[in-house]
């Protein structure tokens, strides 16, 4: 019976190889967006079982029309990967217009009419900047900047996007109006008291955005004896937000190296109550959002690298616009 067992295994296991395919193709990039009016670098790594020679064939194309196609010979070894860089010429769009492209890559063996193999891969095209006309719209935002950390103040003069500095922790108790924005890599720890004093802003009307700490620990109200108010609503979203703001923002991975988080957080018992621990990494919240009785009311934890990824693809900056929207219920 045990000679029966091994001999259907092994039976099973050859079926499974004769089934798949002698040769495939990934392409390392998992991103999908990208600005118009600059290369675009893939590469593509080729698996195959048996040795062949031929051609990789690539095409990249807008609307049907070709932009550019090109072809590269491979020599092709047994179960030894074959990498090919493809450097893609992205064309421009305007303002407002984000542009879905195409590249199709084959691969031909020699003498063969038809390709071993195939992949398509959708390449989506954003203009430069996300706030293209939208100048009046951000200046009654009325922004309230706190940033110790003095990353995120210049990113925004860089873009365009208006805001008074909030000198210190204090001066946040007096803001009423407008959107307080806490800069990326703040410490909790260093900061003790902000997390009330940011939620007590939202308790009384003012939207708060707090971007990407580095560390330090979060105290979530209505988990214990605590003086901060409690939310009429609290909910937690990993990179999924990104495509319930926005379908066309990759959520998966942000060029150069993939990584869109580079904290999240971790809920953490302490005396009695639940508090958030900012952890390097991991595959905790990434997003915690609260909305109070105030209609106006919202605080949101975004652990996104949006200010330190501004510039290496398309997506941290109108996620950032798409939050702000979020905010401010989209009004303009």
């Known amino acids: ?39 675009a670098v893939f590469h593509v790594v080729i698996n195959n079982r048996e040795a062949t020679q031929g051609r990789v064939v690539w095409r990249y194309a807008a609307g049907g029309k070709t932009i550019v196609r090109q072809e590269r010979e491979v020599s092709l070894v047994p179960n030894r990967p074959e990498n090919v860089e493809i450097i893609l010429p992205v064309p421009e769009v305007k303002d407002g217009v984000i542009l879905n492209t195409m590249l199709s890559v084959s691969v031909l063996e020699n003498g063969a009419l038809e390709a071993a193999a195939t992949l398509e891969k959708t390449i989506r095209i954003f203009p430069p900047d996300p706030f293209a006309g939208r100048a009046e719209w951000l200046k009654k935002l009325d922004i309230r900047l706190f940033d110790p950390e003095k990353r995120t103040a ?30 990326e890599g703040i410490s909790f720890n260093d900061f003790k008291g902000l997390s009330g004093l940011l939620l007590k802003a939202a308790a009384r009307g003012t939207p708060v955005l707090c971007l990407a700490p580095s560390r330090g620990t979060f105290n979530l109200p209505g988990t214990g004896e605590s003086e901060m108010p409690d ?5 937690f979203h990993r990179n999924e ?37 900012v952890e390097k990494g991991g595959a905790n919240w990434s997003w ?4 109070f009785n105030d209609p106006h009311g919202m605080f949101i934890l975004c652990h996104f690298a949006i200010v330190e990824k501004w510039e290496t693809g398309p997506a941290p900056g109108f996620l950032l616009t798409k939050i702000l929207e979020y905010l401010t219920f989209g009004k303009e």
């Not at 091994?6 to 990208?34: H, R, Y």
């Not at 915690?288 to 909305?291: G, K, P, Q, R």
Request: glycine residues 8%; hydrophobic residues 50%; neutral net charge.
């Open 1 to 39: 019976m045990t000679a029966l067992r091994l001999m259907m295994g092994f039976l099973l296991v050859c079926t499974a190889i004769q089934a798949a395919p002698k040769l495939s193709l990934v392409i390392q990039e998992p991103w999908n967006d990208v600005f118009g009016g600059k290369e």
């Open 154 to 183: 210049g990113f925004f003069d860089k873009a365009g996007i208006p805001f008074q500095r909030v000198a210190n922790i204090e001066a946040l108790a007096e803001v009423k109006d407008g959107i307080i924005i806490v800069g």
């Open 231 to 235: 939310p009429r609503s609290m909910t």
């Open 241 to 277: 937000i990104i495509t319930r703001l926005d379908k066309r923002l990759d959520a998966v991975a942000w060029p150069p190296d993939g990584v869109i988080a580079f904290s999240t957080m971790a809920m953490r018992s302490a005396r009695g109550a639940v508090v958030g621990e």
């Open 288 to 291: 915690l959002e609260m909305s």
